[in-house]
């Protein structure tokens, strides 16, 4: 009697025990579910760095006009927030003729990528291989120093007009995050895409460009990125 007792009383913790850890393994995972998007990166018009000094170009890269009269080019904030690249490929080599309107840069979110364009005609000087290695740098900040290509200008005073810099830049920029996510509500139906207040006039979670498929990527990259 005695000894049956132990064992149902054996049972009855090894019983408790088992719902104690499905009640626990229960409330970490409605937890992590409801913590996980409330973490999630977002952006807004207002959130997008634009440095002053610098000229900007249509398809979304700076210039930054040295002593010597060479320009130095990266990626702006909204490229960067709208992309966080995983991986940078230049497509072009020291010594490079460069037109404005080619494609000079590869950019890769997961496995797709998107083309940066020329926005000068020009002479490849140099190349940033220490951010073409580590575009993680760019994340944290993609401009001044986190260059990637050095162009010495054919005829600079021919191409500053096509050109922004200074006020008309942050509202223009504006204009380019609401023109973006008018382009992500035609994309997709789904607000989880973007962000859940995009259909409120709401914010777009960074790297976005990771959910999109190939064509709707091709379709930024025409509206976006291209310079004609």
Known sequence: ??????????????????????????????????????????????????????????????????????????????????????????????GTKVRRGEPIIEVFTNSSKVKIYSPVDGIVSSLNKNIIEHPNYVKENPYHQNWFIEIDSVDLK??????????????????????FKDLLAHLSPKPSLVGATLYDGGNIVEGVARLLDEESLSKFENEFLKIS
Not at 14 to 40: G, M, Q, W
Request: net charge positive; charged share 30%; no cysteine.
């Open 1 to 94: 009697m005695v000894a049956l007792f132990v064992l149902l009383t054996f049972v009855l913790i090894i019983t408790i025990n088992l719902i104690v850890t499905k009640v626990r393994e229960k409330r970490i995972s409605v937890f992590e579910e409801s913590y996980e998007p409330a973490t999630r990166a977002i952006f807004t018009k207002e959130s997008i760095y634009v440095p002053k000094g610098l000229y900007y170009s249509k398809g979304h890269t700076w210039l930054n006009l040295t002593e010597d009269g060479k320009l130095k080019l990266g990626i702006d904030d909204f490229i960067n927030k709208v992309l966080k690249p995983k991986k940078v490929n230049v497509l072009v080599s020291e």
């Open 158 to 179: 021919d191409q500053i007009p096509s050109l922004k810099i200074g006020e008309e830049v942050v509202k223009w920029m504006k204009e380019e995050v609401s023109r």
